[in-house]
T-cell receptor, first 116, second 111 residues
Framework: AQSVTQLGSHVSVSEGALVLLRCNYS??????LFWYVQYPNQGLQLLLK??????LVKGINGFEAEFKKSETSFHLTKPSAHMSDAAEYFC??????????????FGQGTTLQVKP | SQTIHQWPATLVQPVGSPLSLECTVE??????LYWYRQAAGRGLQLLFY??????ISSEVPQNLSASRPQDRQFILSSKKLLLSDSGFYLC??????????FGQGTRLTVV
């Protein structure tokens, strides 16, 4: 069975500082990996995804994540935090196969606070 | 481009009352459709998914049901709401790509 663990339910950084949100997954087969962002009372927006190929993936708003198979990790980073980055971030895994598109297993989420 | 509409945005319902949440997708044909629930302080949990009209799979036992009467319409229902049904309900769709695309969600409070 697949699972996702996000280390740290709350992360606080200063504006301009590095953002690092941690995600580890468990899967018996190589998964698809995703990061979504959720602003208050809104749906989820896809930040980036890893399917195959290059293990460093770049997403929207300056975020990127690196798939490390040996560490079963997919940490999200951004070099310089902006106030508008304050939101909740979810890591998710999906399975291969046409019958599994969109069926995602989510972590518990990490709330990012950005201090001025 | 594809868009997903979900309504209402917020809903307050008494215990024991019925529920109907609706979701429609535009700009795509035969999408996979999903209902997820986000309970307070928790991640998202997949409730139902559908790969076609009338085809519904339930991921967890619960007080809710889902229906897909048309290709791009997905409905979440309950005959009698429980307090534990409160949460943030998100409709989503996917096609050939592995990711899901989410609606804006419905905040349901059962009182």
């Amino acid at each position: 069975a697949q699972s996702v663990t996000q280390l740290g339910s709350h992360v606080s950084v200063s504006e301009g500082a590095l953002v690092l949100l941690r995600c580890n997954y468990s899967s018996s087969v190589p998964p698809y990996l995703f990061w979504y962002v959720q602003y208050p009372n809104q749906g989820l927006q896809l930040l980036l995804k890893y399917t195959t190929g290059a293990t460093l993936v770049k997403g929207i708003n300056g975020f990127e994540a690196e798939f490390k198979k040996s560490e079963t990790s997919f940490h999200l980073t951004k070099p310089s935090a902006h106030m508008s980055d304050a939101a909740e971030y979810f890591c998710a895994v999906g399975l291969h196969g046409s019958g599994n598109t969109g069926k995602l297993i989510f972590g518990q989420g990490t709330t990012l606070q950005v201090k001025p | 481009s594809q868009t997903i509409h979900q309504w209402p945005a917020t809903l307050v319902q008494p215990v024991g009352s019925p529920l109907s949440l609706e979701c429609t997708v535009e700009g795509t044909s035969n999408p996979n459709l999903y209902w997820y629930r986000q309970a307070a302080g928790r991640g998202l949990q997949l409730l139902f998914y559908s790969v076609g009209i009338g085809q519904i799979s339930s991921e967890v036992p619960q007080n809710l049901s889902a229906s897909r009467p048309q290709d791009r319409q997905f409905i979440l229902s309950s005959k009698k709401l429980l307090l534990s049904d409160s949460g943030f309900y998100l409709c989503a769709w996917s096609d050939t790509e592995p990711e899901a695309f989410f609606g804006q969600g419905t905040r349901l409070t059962v009182v």
